[in-house]
């Protein structure tokens, strides 16, 4: 299942890391729809029924445009039919934060949106699940495996190019409500399910539909040319995914900080002791985010890694790094 995310990319950091090729082969990002940028805050820790960002065809906004087309909007995470009748959408009974991929053809919360192609991508960067763990709910942070260091840093002629950190991309449906009183039509997701994999199956039974790759992504936001069933088999689960334990500080939906990501050690009683450095990184952290705004404990882990020093979690403290040392020079530039 997925209950909890994070997403903490400014709006045009996420544009440019879903950056695609059209039909042409011309190199896009995909713009935000008018005003959703707005309605998006970043957060290290996002619960049902906040918004996030999700990619689909442009053609569900613009008719005369190729369904191949991307834009993203900001929706509500949990389903609303468009045939909701009660005028306030919090009444909503039944629970659409998640869909189970096995039984999505039999429930019409989910049936009629996928029969009329409202398949979208959630985009986050990373969700997690928790396992219990010396009788305490302990919570991981998954998230894809992270580019190396050197691919990162690569020099490149293009400054649009995304060097960042690779966005999860969830594979979901969306609706949109209308309220009675002719308010504002409310766009809402969930995401689909699928049994856990091998990867992950020690600390779940069921995790995310996870789209791995651009090509799986095209055939599913492309309703127009790929079938409903040609675009399921595009649903089930993947090995290509890393994680690591975080503080159970992430376990209060109220707390949205650095340290929710970060790696801990497990067995530790207490938090590690952040060094200078650290306590430096992470309020770079904090004051960057937009204005708008084994199988039973493993640690530091990557399905795909070989060595110790490939796993994602480093390459992803790298990126961090990488990122403190440009803003400092930024800075130095500056002054």
Not at 105 to 119: I, Q
Request: proline letters at 7%.
């Amino acid at each position: 299942m997925c209950g909890r995310t994070a997403c903490t990319l400014a709006p045009d950091d996420i544009s440019k890391a879903c950056a695609y090729r059209d039909n042409q082969g011309k190199r896009k990002k995909p713009e935000w729809r008018n005003g959703d940028s707005d309605k998006y805050k970043p957060s290290y820790n996002k619960s049902p029924q906040s918004n996030s960002p999700v990619l689909l065809s442009r053609n569900h906004f613009e008719k005369d445009v190729d369904t191949s087309e991307r834009v993203i909007a900001s929706m509500r995470w949990g389903l609303i039919p468009s045939w909701f009748s009660e005028q306030d959408p919090r009444k909503m009974q039944y629970n659409t934060t998640n869909c189970r991929s096995d039984t999505i053809m039999e429930k019409t919360l989910y049936k009629g949106p996928l029969l009329k192609g409202k398949r979208c991508v959630i985009l986050a960067n990373g969700f997690y699940e928790w396992k219990r763990h010396n009788e305490e709910k302990q919570p991981y942070y998954i998230y894809f495996p992270q580019p190396k260091e050197e691919k990162m840093s690569e020099e490149t002629d293009d400054s649009s190019e995304w060097k960042g950190c690779r966005l999860l991309t969830m594979a979901g449906l969306f609706d949109c409500w209308e309220p009675h009183d002719g308010g504002d039509p409310l766009y809402s997701y969930t995401v689909i399910t699928v049994n856990a994999s091998k990867c992950m199956n020690w600390l779940h039974d069921r995790m995310p539909a996870i789209l791995d790759g651009d090509e799986a992504i095209q055939k599913w936001l492309n309703f127009g040319e790929v079938s409903t069933q040609e675009a399921l088999q595009l649903i089930h689960p993947i090995e290509n995914i890393a994680f690591h334990p975080v503080s159970t500080r992430v376990n209060n939906s109220r707390n949205n900080t650095p340290e929710c990501i970060i790696p801990i050690e497990l067995g530790v009683k207490k938090e590690p002791t952040l060094s200078a450095s650290s306590k430096r990184m992470f309020e770079w952290l904090k004051s960057k985010s937009p204005k708008k705004e084994e199988p039973d404990s493993p640690g530091l882990q990557s399905c795909s890694a070989k060595t110790p020093k490939q796993t994602s979690a480093g390459l992803m403290h790298q990126w961090l790094k990488k990122e403190e040392r440009e803003v400092t020079a930024k800075k130095l530039k500056l002054n």
